[in-house]
């Protein structure tokens, strides 16, 4: 089992920053990358950007250059972060933080989620 703890959400002015913490903890070692997804009010999860345990980095075109994830690992828990920069209102969701273990078919263990909230 892997245990996922998001933190570091709130309420920021657009254009603000936020940096967003995701603890995971448990057999880490199982884990080939971590991701982070969002939800709007009313809309689908999606995905935000993930790192591997290369650091090899990916994310989606509506955050690139504002987003960066970054992350620390230590023997018994990895910190994933999220580096969020210039914030719109349409950032506006509940972030969660996934892992995706190696011989998975997708991210298969979640976090319960932190809130951001970017007012118009």
């Known amino acids: 089992q892997v245990q996922l703890v998001e933190s570091g959400g709130g309420l920021v002015q657009a254009g603000g920053s936020l940096r967003l913490s995701c603890a995971a903890s448990?057999?880490?070692?199982?884990?080939?990358?971590i991701g982070w997804f969002r939800q709007g009010p009313g809309e689908d999860r999606d995905f935000v950007a993930t790192i591997s345990n290369s650091g090899s980095a990916d994310y989606a075109d509506s955050v690139k250059g504002r987003f960066t994830i970054s992350k620390d690992t230590s023997p018994s828990q990895s910190t994933v972060y999220l580096q969020m920069n210039s914030l719109k209102p349409e950032d506006t969701a509940i972030y969660y933080c996934?892992?995706?273990?190696?011989?998975?078919?997708?991210?298969?263990?979640w976090g319960q989620g932190t809130p951001v909230t970017v007012p118009s």
């Open positions: 996934a892992a995706f273990s190696y011989g998975s078919a997708n991210y298969n263990y």
């Open positions: 448990g057999r880490i070692f199982d884990v080939y990358k």
